[in-house]
């Protein structure tokens, strides 16, 4: 499960997936906030491409986002409830 809210949310979730090394094909689906991630188990870890997600903004089962990462979304991407952004 990865939290966003629109369609420049699953362009910015795919790439960080995509961007990982070992990762061959990545879809998120914004209505059930899940991703399917196809990668070359030995290459790479569900971790790793946790990590990558979070890096761009975006909380998930695995990792958390940092503040500073978050903050760099746009205003419409913002889907923590508890951040009066």
Do not use: L
Not at 43 to 71: C, M, P, R, W
């Amino acid at each position: 499960k990865v939290y966003g809210n629109c369609g420049m949310c699953e362009t910015r979730i795919e790439k960080a997936a995509n961007d990982v090394e070992g990762v061959t094909a990545a879809d998120w689906d914004k209505e059930t906030k899940m991703i399917t991630v196809v990668y070359k188990p030995g290459k790479v870890t569900v971790q790793q491409v946790a990590d990558s997600i979070a890096k761009a903004g975006h909380d998930n089962e695995y990792a958390k986002a940092e503040t500073s990462d978050y903050d760099k979304v746009h205003g419409c991407c913002k889907y923590r409830e508890d951040e009066s952004h």
